[in-house]
Nanobody, 115 residues
Framework: QVQLVESGGGLVQPGGSLRLSCAAS????????MGWYRQAPGKQRELVAL???????NYADSVKGRSTITRDSAKPTVHLDINSLKPEDTAVYYC?????????WGQGTQVTVSS
């Protein structure tokens, strides 16, 4: 069983920055993909960014160039830094871990971008 504990988020002014972190524990294995998804009210959940256990990253076009996903493979933990935040970044952000036989989700953390 895998548990994902998220931290970060909250209320941020437009143009500001934030860091979301997700710590995984349990039976993870050495090969996995961790990432962040978000869901705004009335919209489908969408990928924000992901990173593989080998360090390969992928970003949604909406955050490309203003976000960075990194990992601490020893724990493992992933961090998502987003800059130049916009009101349209407002959503519940969910951490996700995928490996063979598992697709685990965190409980979600609210990010609100507003002045």
């Amino acid at each position: 069983q895998v548990q994902l504990v998220e931290s970060g988020g909250g209320l941020v002014q437009p143009g500001g920055s934030l860091r979301l972190s997700c710590a995984a524990s349990g039976s993870i294995s050495s090969i996995y993909v961790m990432g962040w998804y978000r869901q705004a009210p009335g919209k489908q959940r969408e990928l924000v960014a992901l990173i593989t256990s080998g360090g390969i990253t992928n970003y949604a076009d909406s955050v490309k160039g203003r976000s960075t996903i990194t990992r601490d493979s020893a724990k493992p933990t992933v961090h998502l830094d987003i800059n130049s935040l916009k009101p349209e970044d407002t959503a519940v952000y969910y951490c996700n871990l995928k490996r063979i036989g598992l697709d685990a989700w965190g409980q979600g953390t609210q990010v609100t971008v507003s002045s």
